[in-house]
């Protein structure tokens, strides 16, 4: 019997041993196809879903490797009936296809009869589709193609798109040849992408997600749209835009709250876009300014709803989603599949860190205890008060000048949820402070100060979670976040995870009030990380060195 890493029980989930000398090879093994759902310190609980194994089957992972990564790294046999469901999970991928013909336009297509019959009996799925051309053929109206997708996804019978899509408008684009080229997983991630020919890229904060986009902006050498989070995002684009491509000032516009320019490579926020005004959405007519040859959505696990709506019409533009992490904490991973693409390419952060292209992190959660006043009022507090009771305990502040002081002169970031509790941490350190509320200009010059080094402390609210170039910074401090967001984990260790020049470990500090939500809200968070191979360590405020 194989003294294996695994457990794989009959229900689906699967039990990682993290002590055991094969776990980052077993983990590794299960990655394209499980779910991390709970990772305490010696028993990680993975789950196995269609949607997984969908993706993984999008990836180009067949049945057989997942069942062999299974087999090869369970301690026990595994459960027979479990290997005929994921086999069976995976062949319901591609048994409906979307295809395209001169005569016909778009053509839902079968290979299995009796799954074309089963999905028109669902009301939602049949009006939905056109005339019957034969047994195995029905008319789909080009409009209808994102939709169509999201509903058969619902009913668990995938189609797998291959209707191809519009060139739109060329526009030459060629990436810069001053010395630099993609590292070999970014092209990788470019041409997974080019072959699918729509999906989302998952790669690691720090390691150039950009710079995909660009190669993939490169190799359609055509109009392009890249929808980004926030201002600052749109103008950090534009600038590696300039310095990799050879693009000029001139093919670049903004389109955001300050500026509306529509030029060959036009780079939107989120936030324009889904702006309301008499219940329309005034700045939509975007999306058909021109004839957009391809779509890059950044942060693609943010997407706003409105976003999604919108995407179902562009089913026929090459659309690539760039991401650190493919969890969304409104459970619509789904919608990402069917309307964005699935997952065309994605490399683990150790696989990463071991290539030398983000820099190893020691995770550390430093808990401190609130003082018997504290607590009283905590307990009898109501429930929406208690997180913000915790997350803001002044017990933190201590720990956190201490650790600040641990590391003086290393380029540092303390991150809070909070505007009071980062101004008065701003206050005790004689640091800066930035927030929403903070101009652009002058977060773009204390960034820039950061970056030189004229500054090596930062306070920052969540605005510093997106998509913010802060090269090196190799502490960051998280004193409270929201709530239990995963993706949130990903962004803020992400923002200390660029290669260092001297090669050293980045540092990342959790600060969490023990025996309260904080705690419990942590440890949701740190799912991510013991997703991605990294171990947290937990020390007492009292111990900490």
């Known amino acids: 019997m194989p003294d294996g890493a695994l457990i794989v029980q009959s229900d689906k989930t699967l039990l990682l041993e993290v002590d055991h000398p094969r776990s980052q090879e077993a983990r590794r093994a299960i990655a394209p196809f499980a ?17 997984g194994l969908w993706n993984a089957r999008a990836a180009g992972h067949d049945a057989e490797q997942v069942v062999d990564a299974l087999v090869t790294h369970s301690r026990y046999a595994v ?3 479990l290997l005929v469901d994921i086999a069976d999970t995976m062949d319901r991928y591609g048994r409906l296809t979307l295809t395209k013909d001169d005569e016909h336009g778009l053509i839902l297509t079968t290979t299995d009869r009796a799954v074309l019959e089963e999905v028109l009996r669902h009301k939602r799925i049949k009006p939905l589709l056109g005339a019957r051309l ?3 053929r029905i008319v789909v109206h080009p409009s209808e193609r994102g939709h169509l997708k999201q509903e058969l996804l619902k009913v668990g019978w995938p189609a797998e798109d291959l209707a191809g899509y519009v060139d739109g408008e060329a526009h030459p684009i060629a990436l810069a040849e001053d010395g630099w080229a993609l590292r070999p997983y970014q092209q990788h991630a470019v041409d997974g992408f080019w072959h699918g020919g729509s999906g989302v890229v998952v790669l690691p904060c720090g390691a150039g997600k950009t710079l995909v986009g660009a190669g993939a902006m490169a190799q359609a050498s055509a109009t392009t749209l890249i929808l980004v989070t926030n201002t600052v995002s749109a103008r950090q684009w534009r600038d590696e835009l300039l310095a990799r491509t050879t693009l000029t000032e001139d093919e670049i516009g903004e389109y955001s ?26 700045h939509l007519d975007l999306l058909d300014a021109r004839d957009w040859g391809l779509i890059v959505y950044d942060e ?10 919108m995407t179902a019409d562009l089913q026929a533009r090459r659309r690539l989603g760039l991401t650190a992490t493919l969890v969304r904490e409104d459970g619509r991973e789904a919608d990402v599949f069917s309307l964005i693409g699935p997952k065309r390419f994605d490399a683990p952060w150790k696989d990463i860190e071991a290539q030398g292209y983000i820099a190893p992190a020691d995770c550390v959660e ?15 507090a109501d429930p929406e008060d208690r997180y913000r009771m915790a997350s803001c305990a002044d017990a933190k502040l201590g720990v956190v000048e201490r650790i600040v002081k641990k590391h003086k002169g290393e380029p540092t970031l303390v991150i809070g949820q909070y505007l009071d509790q980062l101004d008065e941490i701003a206050t005790r350190l004689g640091a800066e402070v930035i927030t929403g509320q903070t101009p652009v200009g002058e977060r773009q010059k204390l960034y820039e100060a950061f970056r030189t080094g004229e500054l090596d402390l930062l306070v920052v609210s969540k605005v510093a979670n997106f998509s913010i170039d802060l090269p090196e910074a190799s502490v960051a401090i998280q004193v409270s976040g929201t709530f239990g967001s995963r993706q949130e984990e990903a962004q803020r260790l992400g923002r200390v995870l660029r290669p260092k020049a001297d090669g050293r470990t980045a540092h990342f500090y959790t600060v969490v009030a023990r025996d309260t939500v904080d705690s419990e809200f942590a440890a949701h968070r740190q799912r991510f990380l013991a997703e991605q191979g990294y171990a947290y360590r937990i020390v007492d405020a009292d111990d900490l060195d």
């Open 366 to 380: 430093v808990r401190v205890t609130l003082p018997d006043s504290l607590r009283m009022a905590y307990a009898t």
């Open 134 to 136: 034969d047994d195995d």
């Open 257 to 282: 709250g300050a500026r509306k320019e529509i030029r060959p490579v036009t780079i939107a926020t989120y936030q324009v876009l889904t702006t309301r005004r008499k219940g329309a959405y005034t």
């Open 79 to 81: 459960p027979h009936a």
């Open 300 to 309: 693609v696990h943010l997407l706003p709803a409105p976003i999604f709506r």
């Open 35 to 51: 779910e991390l759902e709970r990772a305490p310190e010696h028993v990680h609980t993975y789950r196995v879903t269609p949607l």
